[in-house]
């Protein structure tokens, strides 16, 4: 029986990710504690979804996609104090709150960081900075999509991608899946229809995950070392670049766990 081999979540949209035992699913789909927090250019073109909340793409936050070196900088999140430190090469580069004070010594740090890098024209433009950090710590709302969903791929396929680029310790973080699953023979996850469950959570298959270029970086030093989505699509033929499935709770949500079993219920 397919289990689940590790969970997965991200603190601050495009930042640091953390391995769990448990993640709790929230009956709207997303993870809690999962991107609960932003940064984003304060020129950003706002959504503003059915329910009154704002919504920005990643086009407009600092993240992976447009950003590749921000992987260097690492992240932790503490969420019983709400407060964030950030760190280079093993040194503080910002510690703060999410009080105005702390939110500007953040905010002028990961600007400071991210401007010199040379794939950041964006953020130098005028009107990009100051940037802004959005969200209250709690709250789950920065996916990539304004539906949240909780994100799976199967070690399987991870390993064939792996073997096709000639990167046999290809880091499955660059993914940013939620779950991680073992036993599942390899690109299986991308039939999927229908029910899954994953412990004693049940799910809704929506659509398989078409990634983009944030999937090229090196989650430890931020250079676009993988060429993952001409591999997906010229080495194992898809017409668009998928790796993982994008599910919704049928049931209200629940906790999962590493070790959790996996059963496509259909």
């Not at 699913?25 to 993870?31: L, S």
């Not at 979804?49 to 793409?57: R, V």
């Amino acid at each position: 029986m397919p289990r689940v081999a590790a969970l997965y979540r991200y603190p601050v949209k495009g930042f640091t990710p953390e391995s769990c035992e448990s993640l709790t699913v929230q009956p709207d789909g997303r993870i809690q504690g999962d991107r609960v927090l932003a940064f984003r250019l304060q020129d950003a073109d706002t959504v503003t979804l059915e329910d009154g909340s704002e919504w920005w793409p990643k086009r407009e936050m600092i993240c992976l996609q447009e950003y590749p070196g921000i992987a260097r900088m690492r992240l932790r999140y503490d969420d019983a104090a709400r407060r964030v430190t950030l760190t280079v090469g093993g040194a503080v580069l910002a510690e703060g709150g999410l009080d105005e004070a702390g939110q500007r010594v953040l905010t002028e740090a990961v600007a400071e960081f991210t401007r010199v890098l040379p794939e950041a024209a964006r953020v130098r433009r005028p009107g990009a900075l100051p940037l802004v950090l959005e969200g209250d710590g709690v709250s789950a709302r920065f996916q990539d999509r304004p539906r949240g969903f909780v994100t799976l791929h199967g070690r399987g396929s991870l390993q064939e991608l792996a073997q096709a680029l000639g990167q046999p310790d290809l880091d499955e973080t660059r993914f940013r899946s939620n779950i991680a699953v073992e036993g599942l023979a390899p690109w299986s996850e991308l039939g999927w229809t229908g029910r899954v469950r994953v412990g004693a959570v049940e799910f809704n298959f929506d659509h398989t995950v078409i990634r983009c270029l944030a999937t090229h970086a090196n989650p430890d030093t931020g250079e676009r070392d993988a060429e993952v989505l001409t591999t997906l699509t010229r080495t194992f033929g898809q017409e668009q670049p998928a790796f993982g499935v994008l599910m919704l709770p049928s049931d209200g949500g629940g906790t999962i766990r590493v070790g959790d079993e996996v059963e496509v219920l259909g």
